[in-house]
T-cell receptor, first 115, second 115 residues
Framework: EAGVAQSPRYKIIEKRQSVAFWCNPI?????LYWYQQILGQGPKLLIQ????????DSQLPKDRFSAERLKGVDSTLKIQPAKLEDSAVYLC?????????????FGNGTRLTVT | AQTVTQSQPEMSVQEAETVTLSCTYD???????LFWYKQPPSRQMILVIR??????QNATENRFSVNFQKAAKSFSLKISDSQLGDTAMYFC????????????FGTGTRLQVTL
């Protein structure tokens, strides 16, 4: 099966600019996650979707970050305006179902550098 | 709140040797799962091994095994017969049972396998 696809692979922007990341999960996976991984840290969950509905966005900085999953398939994560501290790898993951019995499959991530 | 601690930022091992990566966690939950993920330079998080807290028997996957000490809240990963392809970041992760639970990662250990 094809894995989780993410684009772009790298992105460099200046602070206060906007940026968007795209994720295509594994076909049939109802649950989609966006993680932020700052250098030297483990991934931190930003938002979890179940189909096209948000399950958990408690750690998403909603003043500048937004995410959507139209039609319950692809998802985009947007940052506007970006700050220096947003420099990180943004990982997308999907699973067949929510919860522990459905393993997570991760994409290769997008490395964002904010200058 | 759950926390996961990996106290070894970096480790090195010679090819064919054995290495153990440490992980401790803190939780008030009684039912949960623990994982070790590998993140090579490609940035994709790959599941190495998982352990259910209610199982006393330590999980094993080929050259990878864990030492799970529930009372001590310790979950170490042993890699036997280390190979060059094992070079990567290794993350310990924790999740309580339940569909609303989210995965908490440690800060990672960078493992370098040398000739």
């Amino acid at each position: 099966e094809a894995g989780v696809a993410q684009s772009p692979r790298y992105k460099i922007i200046e602070k206060r600019q906007s940026v968007a990341f795209w994720c295509n999960p594994i076909s049939g996976h109802a649950t989609l996650y966006w993680y932020q991984q700052i250098l030297g840290q483990g991934p931190k969950l930003l938002i979890q979707f179940q189909n096209n509905g948000v399950v958990d966005d408690s750690q998403l900085p909603k003043d500048r970050f937004s995410a959507e999953r139209l039609k319950g398939v692809d998802s985009t994560l947007k940052i506007q305006p970006a700050k220096l501290e947003d420099s990180a790898v943004y990982l997308c993951a999907s699973s067949l179902l929510p919860g522990i019995n459905s393993p997570l499959h991760f994409g290769n991530g997008t490395r964002l550098t904010v200058t | 709140a759950q926390t996961v601690t990996q106290s070894q930022p970096e480790m090195s091992v010679q090819e064919a040797e054995t290495v153990t990566l440490s992980c401790t966690y803190d939780t008030s939950e009684s039912n949960y799962y623990l994982f070790w993920y590998k993140q090579p330079p490609s940035r994709q998080m790959i599941l190495v091994i998982r352990q259910e807290a209610y199982k006393q028997q330590n999980a094993t996957e080929n050259r990878f095994s864990v030492n799970f000490q529930k009372a001590a809240k310790s979950f170490s990963l042993k890699i036997s017969d280390s190979q060059l392809g094992d070079t990567a970041m290794y993350f310990c992760a924790f999740i309580p049972t339940g569909t609303a639970s989210k995965l908490t990662f440690g800060t990672g250990t960078r493992l370098q396998v040398t000739l």
